[in-house]
């Protein structure tokens, strides 16, 4: 597998994204609609050094990201090897990669919501 490939997550500081172009093996263009990776601020080596790559996106998730708009509380795999997401409004079904709809990282999140209260 190369570095980089097309169809790849990538989690570089508090955002997610999948590749969709390269060029000459460097990232290019974003599918998910992420600011600082659309204006390619990240580029080249610094985002193949400081970075986590897989080609499953759950591989990339943390306790505390955002599924399908609920918080991730807790992450599993089971006998099959398939990872089980449990959020805290479906915490009983688990969600398979396959049923991911949106994601978001809690840093993301905490980064850019309105705090009530704040001026």
């Not at 190369?2 to 974003?30: A, H, W």
């Not at 204006?39 to 897989?54: E, P, T």
């Not at 943390?62 to 449990?86: A, F, L, Q």
């Not at 079904?93 to 949106?102: H, K, M, R, W």
């Amino acid at each position: 597998m190369k570095c980089l490939e097309i169809g790849m997550y990538v989690r570089y500081k508090d955002e997610i994204s999948q590749i969709v172009e390269l060029d000459n093996d460097t990232f290019t263009k974003p599918a998910f609609r992420l600011d600082t990776f659309a204006k390619g601020m990240y580029q080249g080596n610094d985002l193949l050094d400081n970075c986590k790559k897989s080609l499953n996106i759950t591989d990339l998730l943390k306790i505390g990201d955002y599924v399908n708009g609920s918080p991730v509380s807790m992450i599993k795999k089971d006998e099959n090897g398939r990872t089980w997401i449990y959020t805290d409004s479906n915490y009983k079904a688990g969600i398979l990669e396959n049923d991911i709809e949106t994601v978001m990282t809690k840093e993301y999140f905490e980064n850019n919501c309105y705090r009530v209260g704040d001026e």
